[in-house]
């Protein structure tokens, strides 16, 4: 009777993190598993600093039709040597909430030099780095880059993730050739597989069809 009970009480701790995410959601590396990622806010190295709010576990949550799109484009890739990498995809509204919070202690400066040395923090919700609501909480949003799946090293797209100014926007035109080829390859392989841009930042990707257009979720990333 104790071996049955131990067994059932397994059973259930292996299945609580998947008891986490609300019907039409999925982990985006069980599906796709030659995917990589670097949760960005999972970690230190983002524009805050430190980890955000609503990230316990750095695995990849999209909606299961996002996801499903996904596999095309990873296939695709793959034949040209190429595959993906995230970093970062669904964000709780909470995590949102630490960015506007944030945002408004206009001396916390720590990652300025490396994100947005060129824009006063005080400026940052004028011009739309920062806002009360995202797209990502939707589910069906993610910021991505390339990869050479040989090496494993991202293709140059002319600014880190998350840079904060006009470098980052996907037609900005002071960028090597072959960066601009780099970012070129991106946007056409994801609006090919039903993706669409944000035209200011070249990493930023939504399924045209999203499933939850008016729902801001808040469950966590676990």
């Known amino acids: 009777m104790r071996f049955l009970i131990a067994i059932i009480v397994f059973f259930f701790i292996c299945l609580k993190p998947f008891a986490q995410i609300p019907d039409g959601f999925s982990y985006v590396q069980d599906e796709i598993p030659t995917i990589k990622i670097e949760l960005r806010y999972f970690s230190t190295n983002n524009f805050i600093g430190i980890r955000i709010n609503g990230y316990q576990k750095e695995v990849l949550i999209l909606s299961t039709e996002a996801t499903n799109a ?20 669904y964000r709780p509204q909470r995590s949102v909430n630490h960015f506007a919070a944030w945002a408004l202690k206009v001396y916390d400066t720590l990652m300025k030099q ?86 200011k930042e070249w990493w930023h990707f ?12 808040d469950f966590v990333v676990e």
Request: no cysteine.
């Open 114 to 199: 490396q994100y947005f040395p060129n824009v006063a923090k005080e400026n940052l919700f004028k011009e739309g780095y920062i806002a009360y609501k995202s797209g990502h909480t939707r589910g069906s949003t993610f910021d991505v880059t390339l990869i050479n799946l040989k090496t494993g090293i991202e293709l140059d797209m002319g600014t880190p993730y998350d840079f904060f100014g006009p470098e980052s926007w996907v037609d900005f035109d002071e960028i090597s050739a072959r960066q601009k080829r780099n970012r070129k390859k991106l946007q056409k392989v994801m609006l090919k597989h039903g993706f669409k841009n944000y035209p």
């Open 206 to 217: 939504t399924l045209k069809e999203e499933p939850f257009p008016d729902t801001y979720f």
């Open 70 to 89: 996904l596999k095309n484009v990873q296939i695709a890739l793959n034949k040209k040597g190429l595959g993906l990498k995230f970093y970062d995809a």
